[in-house]
């Protein structure tokens, strides 16, 4: 668990100085600075060029960290959200528009919250599977599986586990609602309705069935009980998480915008979820 904070590959560090300054002979000092001064990181993954290659290359997710990929994406969103007048919601199948950009744009100007986005992207690009038996009590053990993308699942082990151990758990369920709503809100609805008669969907057995509401409402009381976690300020993300569980609808709105401006298609294949 991080707060947030970029690490480069060495195939990052050779992407960015590539790209931006292929003609500088001193290529070592150049990597040094990205990585040591953080104003000059920035510049770096914000230039256009910087973007302009993203698109170009198609392949390019699979040659740098998925960290740097999708900071380079949402400081592209956020420079785009501060040229609009307003940002686009979907209820069923009407666009509204909503007025909300300088909301959203000061809350992803905020450095920690940036990078802690990326971040939380890219955990997504490879969604692990667990089994792990614990003791219920002296001489009975019980067997838990579940994978990191399953509230439900998540949910009932977080509350077998000591509180000292949940913080993980507060953090991965209420980002799951987040990546959700943010990437793929289609999924969420085509799993809670049926599309083509707008009936839902009968309740499966373990699962909770939720509309966008109720994971927008589980992610913000997610966040909250990570944020009064002892151990969130240890890791320091007891701001980013504040924020967030008082802000979640505006931070859905950058990836609202990133999956449907630049991953469009793409992000099926890139974070494995198949569906709307």
């Known amino acids: 668990m991080t707060s947030g904070s970029l690490r480069f590959t060495d195939a990052d560090l050779d992407f960015l100085v590539s790209v931006v300054a292929p003609d500088v002979k001193d290529k070592a000092k150049l990597r040094q600075l990205i990585q040591q001064d953080e104003d000059f990181r920035d510049s770096f993954i914000g230039d256009k060029r910087t973007f302009r290659q993203v698109v170009a290359d198609e392949e390019l997710f699979l040659k740098i960290s998925p960290r740097l ?12 959200m501060e040229a609009a007048s307003h940002t686009i919601e979907i209820e069923g199948t009407k666009k509204i528009a909503v007025f909300d950009t300088k909301e959203v744009v000061e809350l992803i100007s905020r450095q920690p919250v940036l990078l802690y986005l990326a971040e939380m992207l890219s955990s997504f690009t490879k969604i692990e599977s667990y089994s792990i038996s614990y003791r219920v009590r002296k001489g009975i053990w019980r067997k838990i599986r579940f994978n990191d993308l399953d509230i439900d699942s998540l949910t009932r082990f977080c509350e077998s586990v000591d509180e000292e151990h949940r913080l993980g758990f507060f953090k991965r369920i209420a980002d799951i609602c987040l990546f959700m709503l943010g990437v793929f809100p289609g999924y969420v609805q085509f799993s809670y309705r049926y599309p083509s008669t707008g009936e839902l969907r009968p309740q499966q057995v373990g699962r909770v069935r939720r509309n966008a509401t109720e994971y927008l409402e589980e992610g913000r009381k997610f966040y909250k009980l990570a944020a009064e976690h002892p151990a969130a300020g240890t890791y320091g993300l007891s701001e980013v998480f504040w924020l967030f ?3 979640f609808h505006a931070a859905q709105k950058p990836l609202n915008f990133i999956a449907e401006h630049y991953l469009h298609y793409k992000k099926h294949s890139m974070f494995g979820i198949q569906g709307q």
């Open 69 to 80: 990929y999708f900071e380079i994406l949402l400081r592209k969103a956020r420079k785009e």
């Open 245 to 247: 569980h008082a802000n």
